[in-house]
């Protein structure tokens, strides 16, 4: 693999964290506990679709046979797809969500705060655009996951089934393949191995406040980084590239 | 627990510094950080503030309108408040 | 909200002083006195207008995960938001008046709040998404025009900033219909059948004629509304026809035609049976759009009940 190579796999991926957990979060509109968090769940929806943009607009650029963002983003087939199994994860109740947004911000948090100092400029400025915007949603996870968590009984019982259920798909976070070191050596992608050890100590902190239990260490699914994704891809693509697919000629 | 649609506060909004903060309107949130993040998530979509304050909205001390006329009213004859209501000799300027 | 009491003589709190104040052109504000039915009508009003943008985030909603382009999917998150904060901004002028958004929510559950007709259609294609902006909106726009002069002060103040927020929803709709009738004959039929469908519900989002409205004549003493029902019909008539026709459309109306004498386009007779069956419940989408405000209405007890339990649980409140 050339470096080249890398660096489009690489911004691909991030490209499609983004948009399969932007298409995620976009399926709470008018669904949520109170419209104000409706808002809330919106705003984080549409920093993630503009993130993806910017990363397949680099992918496509890097890739350079002429296609556009909406080209990557709607006309790939499935195995195609490299976004860490837990984006595709089905909302669940509004604690799943949020125990899914927990694990992911707090990763990404740390991520692009490291990806902000990589030697390729685009990566750096989109990270920290990202950063910034990240910041803002893990806090709301954080605050959300603690509400839930030290709430009432129930709540802590939701919020600590959907802690458990979304363990298994935490690991994939810091896979690292061949596009990773490759790039490592020329100080373009993010180590995550020190990411885990602060990813873990943050989320330690959260779940001790927030009264919840530390998943205990089981399995961890893998299978993104080959485009072998769980049954819920299928779905989410019929949904989202339903309007390239019936009428191939159109332009929006 | 009953269930509620939790408490309501006022929101104020600075659009830059050194202006006054203005009230933009009212979120419900049952405590202050969710406030100040559905105050941002709901009143500063476009950019239109750098700084929010909340405030919960029975907090709020508000002047009667039956006292209109006693409070408001005597500073409408006190006109030597105004600098119109000097006189200045023909040419003063920077005055 | 603390107010000092002062006990002094006074006749403000007169029907006669409050009309006199109206007709001055003067704002009324939440403690100021108002007559019994001034305060209803506007509760009436601002909640059903409030539940209206809430309940128009359903048709809209339902097709952003099909949303054609990163961009588009990104206008239409963002409209159907706003959409969002201007319920959350009417609620909060209605609870200035006494009513909480609780009991808000319980009146539309069951059904003695209403909110805008025009939300009991589906929407069924790609194109609907731009004749809903296009159309709906400029529709409401008009009408929210009018009533940033409304005379109930928290009104009228969140009227201003929804219009100032909603400018870019009317021109996001009609940039969609402009390119789908640009595009192949799929995407020109598509936009024609959503024309075809959503232009007599849109001219019914006026209400009924004048002569036939219940709640206007007050409405219109009180300066609750600015503009009666057919002014502001003809207005969005007046200001869509030619946009139709610029790209292309046919507006499905053979009776409409330009009237020179009087500078306005005459438009044929609207089927008031389908209006009034589609408010008494039997429009196609009456049932889903209610059941599911209250389905997730029901999925938050939960939740907002943590959140209240938490913060009693902390001194995050002031209480």
Not at chain 1, 52 to 63: E, P, R, T, V
Request: hydrophobic share 35%.
């Amino acid at each position: 693999m050339t470096t080249k190579e890398a660096l489009y796999n690489y911004s691909l991926r991030m490209g499609d964290n983004a948009l399969i957990l932007g298409h995620r979060l976009s399926e709470w509109c008018s669904k949520a506990p109170i419209i104000e968090e409706d808002l809330a769940l919106t705003n984080v929806a549409l920093d993630m679709i503009g993130r993806a943009q910017a990363f397949l607009k680099y992918s496509a650029i890097l890739k350079n046979e002429g296609q556009t963002e909406d080209d990557l983003a709607y006309c790939r087939s499935e195995k195609e797809y490299h976004n860490h199994l837990i984006t595709e994860q089905p909302n669940g109740d509004f604690a799943h969500t949020i125990a899914r947004q927990l694990y992911i911000s707090i990763f990404e948090y740390h991520f692009f705060s490291h990806l902000e100092q990589s030697a390729d400029v685009e990566f750096a400025a989109i990270a920290a655009k990202a950063v910034k915007e990240v910041k803002y949603h893990r806090e709301h996870a954080i605050d959300w996951t603690i509400r839930l968590g030290d709430g009432t009984a129930e709540s802590h019982k939701r919020m600590q089934a959907a802690i458990n259920d979304l363990w298994m798909w935490t690991g994939e976070l810091f896979e690292m393949d061949e596009v990773d070191t490759i790039l490592l050596k020329d100080g373009i992608s993010v180590d995550l191995a020190p990411i885990r050890d602060l990813w873990k100590k943050e989320l330690d902190k959260v779940l001790l406040e927030a009264m919840l239990v530390f998943p205990e260490a089981e399995y961890m699914q893998s299978g993104s980084r080959k485009g072998i994704h769980t049954e819920n891809m299928g779905h989410i693509l019929s949904e989202m590239q339903y309007l390239q697919r019936a009428y191939p000629d159109a332009k929006w | 627990m009953t269930d509620t649609q939790l408490d309501l506060w006022e929101v104020f909004i600075q659009s830059k510094s050194g202006l006054p903060y203005i009230h933009a309107g009212s979120v419900h949130a049952s405590d202050m950080k969710m406030a100040l993040q559905n105050a941002r998530d709901t009143y500063t979509r476009r950019g239109e503030g750098t700084s929010i304050w909340l405030l919960p909205s029975k907090h709020i001390v508000a002047s009667n309108p039956d006292d209109k006329e006693m409070l408001f009213d005597p500073s409408n004859d006190k006109i030597y408040r105004h600098p119109t209501f000097y006189v200045m000799p023909e040419g003063a300027t920077h005055i | 909200m603390y107010v000092s009491k002062q006990k002094h003589m006074h006749n403000e709190h007169t029907d006669e002083h409050f009309q006199f104040r109206i007709d001055n052109g003067e704002y009324i504000e939440p403690r100021d006195y108002m007559p019994e039915a001034y305060r209803k009508n506007l509760i009436r009003q601002i909640s059903q207008h409030a539940h209206s943008e809430v309940i128009g985030m359903q048709p809209e909603g339902n097709w952003i995960t099909r949303a054609p382009s990163l961009r588009s999917k990104q206008i239409l998150l963002a409209k159907i938001q706003d959409e969002g904060g201007h319920g959350l901004y009417l609620y909060s002028a209605a609870e200035t008046l006494g009513v909480s958004r609780t009991e808000m929510i319980e009146q539309l559950h069951a059904g003695k709040a209403k909110y805008s007709n025009i939300f009991n259609y589906p929407s069924l294609n790609w194109a609907d998404i731009g004749a809903i902006g296009w159309l709906v909106d400029g529709a409401a726009i008009v009408n929210q025009v009018s009533l940033q002069r409304t005379s109930y002060g928290p009104y009228s103040r969140a009227m201003v900033r929804i219009c100032k927020e909603e400018s870019f929803h009317q021109r996001q709709g009609y940039e969609i219909m402009a390119t789908m009738m640009k595009g192949t004959k799929d995407q020109q039929a598509m936009a024609q059948d959503a024309m075809n469908r959503w232009w007599w519900p849109a001219l019914m989002m006026f209400g009924p004629h004048d002569t036939d409205s219940p709640h206007s004549k007050d409405a219109m003493k009180w300066k609750i509304k600015r503009e009666t029902n057919d002014e502001l019909r003809q207005k969005f008539i007046d200001k869509t026809i030619p946009q139709a026709e610029l790209i292309g459309l046919t507006v499905p109306d053979k009776d409409l035609k330009w009237n020179e004498a009087a500078k306005k386009y005459d438009h044929g007779e609207i089927n008031w049976e389908e209006f009034y069956s589609v408010i008494k419940g039997d429009g196609p989408c009456n049932k889903q759009r209610l059941s599911h405000h209250i389905k997730y209405h029901e999925d938050g007890v939960w939740v907002r009940e943590a959140a209240e339990a938490h913060k009693l649980k902390t001194n995050l409140s002031v209480v």
